[in-house]
């Protein structure tokens, strides 16, 4: 156990819905970072917020987006979902200056686009 | 740019030794890391080295040479749970944080 949650487990979309998958970070833990990772594959960086601000994102179009709330929880929005777009969705969360050895992760979400 | 090469699948005995390398190209050197990940779980750190040569830690140790790019998970005595994904991982700085680029992880298969 980490300490760090994310809802839903599981989710089934089809084509063009939008989904928001949450994540609950590490007490003492303000930076939140979110990874797309597709079967098979190591996990892509998406972005990370640190209060509540975007603070780098990596090689992933607009449509993904995200929000860090005041209690360090988070958001990942996806709009205009496509097939490609399944896979696992894992948020990490670290203390600033901890380095990414303490970058815990939660147990992800296993998104389904048909 | 950041890249990363390891190979896809690696299969062991039961209490034998396995190493899994790791070939990496990045612009920057800001460490390198290895994580363990179990079927539908999530990744959990293992190791980091910034500095050349080998670190032990109990049944698994890592290795670097940053000339040569070059890294290697060493796991010994191995038991049927090291049945996982190895994956390497390379940050590099972005504002002020690290970002992590991950290789696509070696499955290990452990057999009796």
């Known amino acids: 156990e980490t300490g760090v949650t994310q809802s839903p487990t599981h989710l089934i979309k089809t084509r063009g819905q939008q989904v928001t998958l949450r994540c609950s970070s590490q007490?003492?833990?303000?930076?939140v970072s979110w990874y797309q990772q597709a079967l098979g594959q190591g996990p892509q960086f998406i972005f990370q917020?640190?209060?509540?601000?975007?603070?780098g994102r990596g090689n992933f179009p607009p449509r993904f987006s995200g929000l860090q709330f005041p209690n360090y929880s988070s958001e990942l929005n996806v709009n205009a979902l496509l097939l490609g777009d399944s896979a696992l969705y894992l948020c990490?969360?670290?203390?600033?200056?901890?380095?990414?050895?303490?970058?815990?992760f939660g147990p992800g979400t296993r998104l389904l686009v048909l | 740019g950041q890249n990363i090469d390891q190979p896809t699948e690696m299969t062991a005995t039961e209490g034998a030794i396995v190493q899994i390398n790791c070939t990496y190209q990045?612009?920057?050197?800001?460490?390198l890391f290895w994580y363990q990940q179990h079927a539908g779980e999530a990744p959990t750190f293992l190791s980091y080295?910034?500095?050349?040569g080998l670190e032990e830690k109990g049944r698994f140790s890592s290795f670097l040479s940053r000339s040569k790019g070059y890294s290697y998970l060493l796991l010994k005595e191995l038991q049927m749970k090291d049945s996982a994904s190895y994956l390497c991982?390379?940050?590099?700085?972005?504002?002020?944080?690290?970002?992590?680029?991950f290789g696509r992880g070696t499955s290990l298969i452990v057999h009796p």
């Open positions: 917020y640190y209060r509540e601000e975007e603070n």
């Open positions: 991982a390379v940050p590099s700085a972005s504002g002020g944080s690290y970002i992590p680029t």
């Open positions: 080295n910034v500095l050349d």
């Open positions: 990490a969360s670290t203390q600033v200056g901890g380095g990414l050895q303490t970058q815990y």
């Open positions: 007490s003492g833990h303000n930076t």
């Open positions: 990045t612009s920057g050197f800001n460490g």
